[in-house]
C-alpha cells in the first residue's frame, strides 16, 4: 500500500466505475465473488467526485468470448482468437438483458458518460479504452483529453480484468492513474489476480483505499 494521506480532488479528477452490472453481481452467470461489496465505497467515493464515468459490458448473443460459441469447451477454459489468448466466459452482459443492466443501486446521478464495450462480436473487450484485440479504440482517451482530465481514478469489477485493464490502458495513455483496491473486487483465474497486480505495478499505477479520497 503506499502513504496514507488524503488526496484532495479537482476538475482535472474522473472516477471511472467498472462493469458494476447484475451479471457480474451476486446471483449474475458471471458473479464475482463479493461483487456487491463495491457498490457501498463507490457510492461514498463518487460524492467527492464532479466528473464520473460508467463502462457497460455490452455483447450480442454468440460473442466470440463466451464458452457457449466454442464446441466442447468449457468456461474459464483459454483458447487462441485471432487477436491472441482468450479466457472463454459463461454467457454475460448481452445486449437488451436484465444481466447487462447498470445495478440501480449504484447512486451516481451526475455520472456524465456510460461507454459501452465488448459489442464487437469476435472481439472481447476488458477495458474502457481499448478492446482485447489492443487497436479499436471506444474514445474515452480523446475524450478525458478534451475535457482536461488529468487524473483517473478505476473502480468496480473485475480487478484483474476489465477494471485492470482500465487503469493500465489509462496509465499509457498518460494519466496519473490510481486503482481503489477495496472499491473492486477480483474474478482470480488462472492466476489472472496476481498478473494484473504485477502488471499494474510495473506501469506505475497507484493502489489506493477509498479512505484516501477527500471530500
Excluded at 465473488?33 to 463518487?46: S, Y
Excluded at 469489477?157 to 481503489?180: I, P, Q
Aim: aromatic share 8%; proline share 5%.
Amino acid at each position: 500500500m503506499a502513504e496514507q494521506e488524503a488526496i484532495p480532488l479537482n476538475d482535472s479528477d474522473v472516477l471511472i466505475v467498472v462493469d458494476v452490472q447484475y451479471d457480474f453481481l451476486p446471483g449474475g452467470t458471471l458473479a464475482v465473488p463479493d461483487g456487491d461489496a463495491v457498490i457501498g465505497p463507490i457510492n461514498r467515493m463518487a460524492e467527492a467526485f464532479r466528473n464520473v464515468v460508467l463502462t457497460q459490458d455490452w455483447h450480442p448473443q454468440g460473442h466470440a468470448s463466451f464458452a457457449s460459441s466454442h464446441p466442447r469447451k468449457a468456461p474459464f477454459e483459454m483458447v487462441e482468437l485471432t487477436y491472441g489468448p482468450q479466457v472463454l466466459w459463461p454467457d454475460h452482459c448481452v445486449q437488451g438483458t436484465a444481466g447487462a443492466e447498470i445495478s440501480r443501486d449504484l447512486h451516481i446521478p451526475h455520472a456524465q458518460l456510460i461507454i459501452r464495450k465488448g459489442y464487437n462480436a469476435g472481439i472481447d473487450s476488458y477495458s474502457g479504452f481499448r478492446e482485447a484485440d489492443r487497436k479499436t479504440s471506444t474514445g474515452l482517451d480523446s475524450y478525458l483529453k478534451e475535457r482536461g482530465f488529468k487524473r483517473v481514478f478505476c473502480a468496480g469489477l473485475a480487478t484483474d480484468f476489465c477494471v485492470a485493464w482500465t487503469a493500465l490502458d489509462a496509465a499509457a495513455a498518460g494519466f496519473e492513474t490510481f486503482l481503489v483496491e477495496d472499491a473492486s473486487r477480483a474474478i482470480d483465474t488462472n492466476g489472472s489476480l496476481a498478473r494484473a497486480q504485477a502488471d499494474l505495478k510495473a506501469a506505475g499505477v497507484h493502489i489506493i483505499g477509498s479512505d484516501r479520497i477527500a471530500p
